[in-house]
């Protein structure tokens, strides 16, 4: 038999992908063995084609998240912002040579033409650039020298909040997710993300992207499946330190919002906004606290 005559059309077996969480660095199934269907936007024809089955994270998932994220946000908001954004750009890489992958996810997931999914997909590299370049220059526009009337030096520096849970957008499967997860971890916070429900399958190739740059395992951390579910347990998580809640517009975010409470936790509500539009420095800004040093001046 020659050494091609196994692998002719028809002779294969097929090497389906499993698609799984992102905790740590790693890609664990659901402990809870769960997954869910997913399907393509709807054609002409109203049917949606079944595309695969993601893990269905759980409780305990989410929780094993914020562990991971808060033994990654020390040495991550420790390395210098010249770091952090050469590490992202190196994100943003990894996203290019993967653009018709990116392509092709988003397209059935969100119904797209072939030039609109790539005009997304584009656009969702070029806002993970943007975020990378303004890890090095944030401090300039949010730090001061205070005047004070005195012989002290009066220094106001940013410093990233620490754990951040982020409901990611539901309609939109990658620029979306760019949107909320870029802007976070550029100034040195960890997250955990819960992914679009129905379109998750571009938010794990992102993780996959992740894991093959140089982002220090457990920095981001992505769960796929029910936001409902999750969203109680990491707003009333003691040790997460902020929640974005921009994809829990459809839910009871103000019970989020009063569970966040519990330990102070930094909140951004949901609201409209065209997530196509040009970044801003607030999703950025909303994630930093301000340190303020005296010192005495020398003669």
């Not at 997304?120 to 990378?132: F, P, S, T």
């Not at 001061?144 to 106001?156: C, D, E, K, R, T």
Request: aromatic residues 6%; contains cysteine; charged residues 20%.
């Amino acid at each position: 038999m020659s050494p091609t005559a196994s692998t002719t059309a028809g002779s294969r077996v097929d090497v389906r992908k499993t698609y799984k969480l992102f905790i740590g660095g790693a890609f664990p199934r659901s402990e809870s063995g769960r997954s869910y269907e997913v399907y393509a936007a709807a054609g002409r024809s109203g049917k949606r084609a079944f595309l695969a089955n993601a893990a269905k994270a759980s409780r305990k998932d989410a929780r094993n998240a914020v562990v991971a994220a808060r033994k990654a946000v020390g040495g991550w908001a420790g390395a210098t912002a010249y770091n952090r954004g050469q590490v992202l750009y190196r994100v943003a890489e990894v996203m290019e040579s993967r653009r018709d992958q990116l392509v092709a996810e988003v397209r059935t997931a969100e119904g797209l033409s072939p030039a609109r999914a790539g005009a997304v997909v584009d656009a969702a590299i070029d806002r993970w650039v943007w975020y990378a370049g303004w890890s090095d220059k944030i401090a300039q526009i949010t730090g001061n020298l205070n005047p004070v009337a005195g012989p002290y030096f009066n220094i106001s520096a940013p410093e990233p909040t620490g754990v951040v849970a982020v409901l990611a957008p539901q309609d939109s499967s990658l620029l979306g997710l760019v949107s909320v997860v870029a802007p976070v971890i550029v100034t040195g916070n960890a997250c955990v993300v819960v992914s679009s429900e129905s379109m998750p399958l571009p938010a794990i190739t992102l993780a996959e992207c992740l894991a093959t740059s140089d982002v220090p395992g457990g920095v981001v951390n992505i769960l796929t499946g029910d936001a409902a579910e999750m969203a109680p347990w990491l707003a009333s998580h003691l040790d997460v330190n902020g929640i974005d809640l921009t994809g829990a517009a459809d839910l009871d975010w103000a019970a989020f919002e009063a569970a966040a409470a519990d330990n102070l936790k930094r909140v951004r509500r949901p609201g409209p906004e065209d997530l196509a539009a040009a970044p801003e420095l607030t999703r950025m800004t909303a994630w930093l606290e301000t340190k303020t040093v005296w010192h005495p001046k020398g003669r």
